[in-house]
């Protein structure tokens, strides 16, 4: 059986329903295909004390890495970090809740040469908070979203809407969505009202952002066609095409 290592990028909490799922999902989607899927916690605060050098050869032990929900994170550099190296190096990259949050903050500072950018929840009084609190709670909220035509998102969902499971107080702030556009980190997924909901680069191998947690709502019967995706391209890096393709009438 065809071994696949994934970073989990975050603090493990296993009071955490998010936590708990990913080892789950993992196991549900790589049993039909043969494929041991390896969840291996990167903890922040352990990152953090690697030296460069430490962390570079870290990092390049994962065929893919996921920014988990749950944050502010122990160290927020270390997760953005990690991020960053997923980019840069073209590993396959998902980002959930808090995931897309950082994804977003790593994009400003180090792509679009915000340095200051920052998350208000960590950093409440900060000049230039581009993750701001939410007009309205989604935690515990299930709504709809609609995926852009074109993207790589909606490849993955086959068809051009959803319905996602939330748990999270902070969003992109309305501010920087047109220069987060701009500045090359396209926005493919919106709620009803038209809130940013995924964000994607369309030049790297796989990297998308959700601030939903696909992970919760995925089943063995109808696995999240954004997690298949992001394991297929994982499991690409080592040669290994998956034999059961993203379901596009899987429940989201």
């Known amino acids: 059986m065809t071994a696949l ?31 041991e899927i390896q969840p291996v916690w990167l903890e922040t605060s352990k990152l953090a ?39 840069e190096y073209h590993v396959p990259f998902l980002g959930t809740c808090g995931g897309f949050q950082h994804a977003i903050i790593e994009f400003a500072r180090n792509v679009m040469g915000i340095a200051d950018a920052e998350h208000a929840e960590c950093h409440p009084a900060a000049s ?15 709504g709809p979203i609609r995926l852009a035509q074109g993207t790589v998102a909606a490849k993955c969902y086959g068809r051009l809407d959803g319905t996602e499971q939330y748990h999270c107080n902070y969003g992109l702030s309305a501010d920087f969505r047109d220069a987060l556009e701009a500045g090359g980190m396209r926005i493919s997924g919106f709620d009803q009202a038209g809130e940013p909901r995924i964000v ?27 997690i298949v995706a992001f394991v297929a391209a994982s499991a690409q890096r080592l040669g290994v095409n998956l034999l059961r393709a993203p379901n596009s009438a899987a429940k989201t």
């Open 200 to 226: 994607e680069l369309s030049d790297h191998r796989f990297f998308i952002g959700t601030l939903f947690q696909p992970e919760r709502s995925s089943t063995a019967q109808e696995p999240h066609p954004l």
């Open 128 to 142: 230039n908070a581009i993750i701001t609190p939410l007009s309205c709670s989604l935690v515990g909220h299930i």
């Open 49 to 87: 004390g690697l030296d460069y050098e430490e962390f570079e050869t870290e990092l390049h032990h994962f065929d893919g890495l996921w920014c988990v929900p749950n944050c502010p994170y122990a160290s927020m550099a270390a997760a953005l970090r990690a991020i960053q190296f997923a980019r």
């Open 5 to 35: 290592r994934i970073g989990l990028i975050g603090d493990r909490n296993d009071s955490v329903p998010a936590h708990v799922a990913i080892p789950r999902v993992f196991a549900e989607i790589g049993a039909p295909c043969k494929l």
